[in-house]
């Protein structure tokens, strides 16, 4: 089931890339220009709580061809937090994306981390975003990790999300949304939320605010036309998952054994 369902992946992004490659130099740039969003939010990952910021800088480097570096800092159950990430990605905003992605991602002395292809499928007010590549860490299980996510725009500003998960051998169901409600001071300020839930009693739920700079556009044209998804944050989700997490569990230590007195 878990190798079908990354075979199912892979596919639907190569196949919603290829879709894009035909007509890319008739259609919008990759990036509409040098585009920078924030968040700041907080999580709890399978109870352990965690607050973070993260930030994103995405550049055009040709007419169809985009790259994003990721950053991710914050405190993970009174642990230092950071993360870098990036994508370099091939992109029709009108059709799908294919990138080369990757992340590593530093919890107190323990890291994760992780490198493989994403792909997006642009189809009216859907998009499928997929991700599937290879993880290890420190204490997380090594192998193979995807994502499978079905977003639909119910407006152009308001973004609901459902899909699964796949990461060190733990399989999750994954629901969100992101709004923005077009505010007069800030504009292209957005409230998101995800929530997640798997094998072996495994959970997470995320909130927080995110501001997109660079242009006025609604969610949808933020998403297609401009910053990618942050790889650095995806990899602490992703890393949390697998089993293991980011903290060594603590080691039990062995019973006391009561020497006897001697009598007498």
């Known amino acids: 089931m878990k190798?079908?369902?990354?075979?199912?992946?892979?596919?639907?992004?190569?196949?919603?890339?290829?879709?894009?490659?035909a007509d890319s130099y008739q259609s919008k740039p990759a990036v509409s220009g040098?585009?920078?969003?924030?968040?700041?939010?907080?999580?709890?990952?399978?109870?352990?709580?965690?607050?973070?910021?993260s930030a994103s800088v995405t550049l055009p480097?040709?007419?169809?061809?985009?790259?994003?570096i990721d950053g991710l800092g914050g405190d993970y159950s009174a642990s230092s937090l950071w993360g870098v990430g990036g994508n370099l990605f091939w992109r029709n905003p009108d059709?799908?994306?294919?990138?080369?992605?990757?992340?590593?991602?530093?919890v107190g002395a323990n890291n994760a981390s992780r490198g493989g292809v994403s792909g997006e499928l642009y189809r009216g007010p859907f998009s499928i975003l997929v991700d599937v590549g290879y993880g290890t860490g420190d204490t997380i299980k090594h192998g193979v990790f995807s994502d499978l996510i079905l977003r639909w725009y119910v407006m152009d500003n308001f973004a609901l999300s459902t899909g699964c998960t796949y990461s060190g051998g733990n399989t999750a169901g994954v629901v969100g949304m992101e709004y923005m409600p077009s505010l007069k001071i800030f504009s292209d300020l957005s409230l998101f939320a995800r929530g997640s839930w798997g094998e072996d009693d495994y959970h997470s739920v995320v909130a927080?605010?995110?501001?997109?700079?660079?242009?006025?556009?609604?969610?949808?044209?933020k998403h297609r036309e401009d910053d990618p998804e942050n790889m650095a944050l995806g990899g602490l989700l992703l890393g949390n998952q697998g089993q293991g997490g980011f903290i060594e569990p603590l080691e039990t230590p062995p019973p006391k054994i009561e020497e006897e007195e001697p009598e007498g």
């Open 3 to 21: 190798i079908r369902f990354l075979v199912f992946a892979l596919v639907v992004g190569f196949v919603g890339v290829q879709f894009a490659y």
């Open 34 to 53: 040098i585009n920078t969003k924030v968040s700041a939010g907080y999580a709890d990952l399978d109870a352990t709580s965690v607050k973070f910021g």
């Open 61 to 68: 480097l040709t007419h169809s061809w985009g790259f994003t």
């Open 95 to 106: 059709k799908g994306l294919l990138g080369i992605m990757g992340s590593n991602v530093l």
């Open 208 to 221: 927080g605010i995110k501001y997109y700079f660079g242009k006025g556009k609604t969610l949808k044209q």
